[in-house]
């Protein structure tokens, strides 16, 4: 009854969230261009789309409130189809079917087997506990929350230079920001005013700290304090120790704004040096600083940082801001204690060896298959800094100093290799992790050499830890095969190198481009967008909305034995 109540949730639960997108791309699909549509009708689409979204994470914890918010958004959709379903009577016929039968579907909709004793004390509590009490719903609609101040932000007249920025380029650009992707359809030093960038700038470093982090450590300064809840689901959410949660928070905040405030003074002088007035290299050097620190890859220059590739000074600051933004406060604070052969936090060691050997390789190997291509015209000492900057970037930054769309096919696999593994636990940088890879390493050389168990610093790694390594690399593939494929079929304009190139690069949360942004139409800008939010939040926790916090209890059946080769 357990399992078959479970898979009754999640399928529900899924579908609606599969359905939560569709007011908007029926929208789309009517015209082709969201931007032409008359405002209001945006406005109830994207109602329409956060109300089916609402619904799906309370409908089994709050029935009422969950049908409530599930008629509220067919009802949205309706009215956003209203020109259409005047217009055409199959429109007018399919769209009242469907909104009946939504209705009377909720409607008839009942919590049934062991949900109802959970739904019961569920329904006692505020609406909002629902997404405050669960790590995966907090972080979704806070970041939703970012996103949504983003684009409003930068629709407004004074963000844009010289033409009114469309909503769908304002939205991309906000997913971006927040989600540290550096991903662009306008140039930022072109297309937006200082107060555009101020507000981009905003956004990268709401989006690379973490807003509710941010809350924590604002109460806790003056004298408040969140419920012992929120405090458990912070710190699971942050990866700490419930008691040591403040305290991270801390040390994470003075570690970020020591780093950039060192690297924007450093990078202010070697502006001002190159010939930027004074308040230009402040500004330059402050947006580049905590650009590359939250691994973010914006920047003041149209062409990146290519214009800097014979600076090595600039591309040596920018790649330090990048390893230790990529990276965990905790675990930078213990390299002069690793470096020194001292025994280190687990892992930390982990994401430090593996770290060292990504960024190693990745040198040798641009070096390698870039020395006739795109190194060619470098110096030697040049060659073997620019090879460094791009293996530093590659994994997270979105930072060039090379001609990405010039790159050899050698290149372009290790690329994606690197930008799919990212960079490293409690730090701004997307992908798989370099810890998950290192698990899933050291299981691979325990298994062919005939070792039971995995074993490090006299300590063994636990099965739920290799299972989840497991799930996070399977979530991740899952979801990348699901975005090219979709860019596939939408975008036969683009060279499917590019796409999976684009792909790749907005899961990873990096921000590089072989040229794929620029010729995105607006579906493909839209499946980008849920590219980089899903990558920024993790494919593991799309999957865990679907679950409760807490799992059902271990059985006792007994195990099953199946050859895998």
């Not at 008839?108 to 995966?136: C, M, S």
Request: hydrophobic share 55%.
């Amino acid at each position: 009854m357990m399992i078959r109540s479970s898979v009754r949730r999640i399928g529900m639960t899924g579908f609606l969230l599969a359905m939560s997108p569709l007011p908007l791309i029926f929208l789309f699909a009517e015209t082709g261009n969201i931007s032409g549509l008359p405002f209001w009708r945006l406005i109830f689409a994207a109602v329409a789309a956060a109300s089916i979204f609402s619904c799906a994470l309370t409908l089994f914890c709050k029935p009422i409130a969950g049908k409530f918010l599930g008629v509220a958004g067919a009802a949205g959709g309706y009215v956003s189809a209203w020109p259409q379903i005047m217009t055409s009577p199959y429109s007018a016929l399919t769209a009242t079917v469907l909104l009946i039968s939504i209705i009377f579907m909720l409607a008839d909709f009942e919590i049934q087997g062991p949900f109802i004793r959970k739904t019961l004390v569920e329904t006692q509590k505020p609406v909002w506990e629902i997404f405050l009490n669960h790590p995966a719903r907090l972080l979704v609609v806070t970041f939703l929350g970012l996103c949504a101040m983003g684009t409003l932000l930068l629709l407004l007249p004074v963000a844009a230079e010289n033409r009114a920025v469309g909503f769908v380029d304002a939205a991309f650009t906000a997913v971006s920001a927040v989600c540290v992707t550096g991903l662009i359809v306008l140039d930022t030093p072109n297309d937006f005013t200082g107060y555009g960038q101020f507000f981009i700038l905003i956004l990268i470093q709401l989006g690379g700290l973490g807003i509710m982090g941010l809350t924590t450590v604002g109460l806790h300064a003056m004298g408040r304090r969140i419920s012992l809840t929120h405090e458990r689901v912070l710190a699971s959410m942050a990866d700490t120790n419930h008691k040591d949660l403040v305290q991270s928070l801390v040390t994470i905040l003075k570690f970020t704004f020591a780093a950039e405030g060192v690297g924007a003074i450093l990078l202010t002088i070697m502006f001002y040096a190159a010939g930027d007035t004074g308040s230009q290299a402040v500004w330059r050097g402050i947006f580049t600083a905590v650009s590359a620190f939250c691994n973010a890859g914006f920047a003041l220059q149209s062409d990146s940082l290519m214009s800097w590739q014979t600076t090595p000074a600039v591309l040596h600051v920018v790649a330090l801001l990048i390893i230790f933004g990529g990276m965990a406060p905790a675990t930078t604070l213990v390299i002069p204690k690793w470096l020194a052969g001292r025994q280190v936090p687990i892992p930390a060691r982990i994401a430090l060896i593996a770290s060292g050997a990504l960024l190693v390789l990745g040198t040798v190997f641009i070096l390698a298959f870039e020395w006739g291509g795109l190194l060619a015209g470098l110096s030697f000492l040049d060659k073997i800094q620019n090879a460094w900057f791009q293996s530093a970037t590659l994994r997270t930054a979105g930072f060039n100093s090379l001609d990405i769309p010039g790159i050899a096919n050698p290149t372009f696999l290790l690329m994606i290799a690197f930008m799919f593994i990212g960079g490293s636990p409690g730090g701004t940088a997307g992908g798989v992790k370099t810890t998950t890879v290192g698990i899933l390493a050291m299981t691979f050389f325990a298994n062919i050499t005939n070792r039971e168990e995995v074993i490090l610093q006299n300590r063994r790694i636990t099965a739920a830890t290799i299972s989840r390594a497991v799930t996070i690399v399977g979530s991740g593939l899952l979801l990348w095969f699901g975005v090219v494929l979709m860019l596939e079929v939408t975008q036969p304009q683009i060279p499917i190198r590019d796409l999976i190139f684009e792909a790749t690069s907005a899961l990873g949360t990096v921000g590089l481009s072989t040229g794929a942004t620029g010729l995105l139409d607006e579906v493909g800008k839209i499946i980008i967008i849920i590219a980089m939010f899903c990558g920024r939040i993790g494919p593991v926790t799309l999957f865990m909305l679907l679950n409760d916090t807490q799992a059902s209890s271990s059985s006792r059946c007994p195990d099953a034995k199946i050859f895998l080769t």
